[in-house]
């Protein structure tokens, strides 16, 4: 990661910038939306292996100060914010990350708590709910 | 109904916050997937060239990205090798 960063850094032109979204290491957890009133139903959607997106996304916040210690990156912004992917049932949200999201792991039972949440409630939805960081970097030295 | 993703629009905003502008920008997206921030900005861009190593992705990018100053490229930021370019923006898109 650290030499992506450094080669991100050796393409730019005088004046251009490094932007960089990764979700933070915090885990991306499932929530029931019914209106304004949200139920949490698994506190993480990984299984905490050595390959879960924490751990890589743990791994690009090292990689990014790493750069901005040795002076290859100058961080000039930086801001956090939620970010939701979400379907109105629990077989469309698994559908979904099924071709796109590889690295989710759902307990069973957790599942079956969303579907007993979502019920038939109008408006209702279920959702990955992650936090993401957003950065803007200058080239240093 | 389909998946929404971002339905409160959170990434562009915390894009502009940060002070990320795309307009009149060369821009290289490394990890641009099938394009669901290339859309956000292509428009405003001076041109795009959008990587991504898995083939899918990118022709679902050129798909839903029609315009000339985007050129979709499917391989990874590994093999991106052209010492002649320059970009205003390199956009690691959720891919470091």
Redesign the interface.
């Known amino acids: 990661m650290v030499h992506a960063l450094e080669r991100a850094a050796a393409l730019l032109a005088p004046g251009g910038t490094i932007v960089d979204l990764h979700p933070t290491p915090e885990p991306a957890h499932l929530d029931v939306m019914i209106g304004s009133n949200v139920t949490r139903i698994a506190d993480r959607v990984d299984d905490g292996s050595p390959t879960a997106p924490t751990r890589r996304h743990a791994a690009a916040d090292a990689a990014l100060a790493a750069c901005e210690r040795s002076g290859v990156l100058i961080v000039r912004a930086t801001i956090e914010f939620t970010f939701h992917t979400l379907a109105d049932d629990v077989d469309e949200l698994l559908r979904y990350v099924a071709t796109k999201w590889k690295q989710l792991h759902f307990a069973e039972a957790d599942l079956r708590r969303a579907r007993e949440r979502l019920g038939g409630s109008a408006g209702a939805t279920v959702a990955i709910t992650e936090r993401v960081r957003a950065t803007r970097m200058d080239a240093g030295r | 109904?389909t998946?929404?993703?971002?339905?409160?629009r959170?990434?562009p905003?915390?894009?502009a916050?940060?002070?990320?502008t795309f307009d009149g920008a060369?821009v290289?997206e490394?990890g641009a997937g099938d394009g669901r921030?290339t859309r956000m900005y292509a428009a405003r861009a001076r041109s795009v060239v959008a990587l991504d190593s898995d083939a899918e992705s990118i022709a679902a990018l050129r798909a839903a990205v029609r315009s000339p100053n985007v050129e979709a490229l499917a391989h990874g930021?590994?093999a991106f090798d052209d010492p002649r370019?320059?970009?205003?923006?390199?956009?690691?898109?959720?891919?470091?």
């Open positions: 109904m998946i929404r993703i971002d339905p409160e959170h990434e905003e915390a894009l916050r940060i002070g990320a060369r290289l490394i921030l930021f590994d370019r320059r970009f205003d923006v390199v956009l690691f898109s959720w891919s470091l």
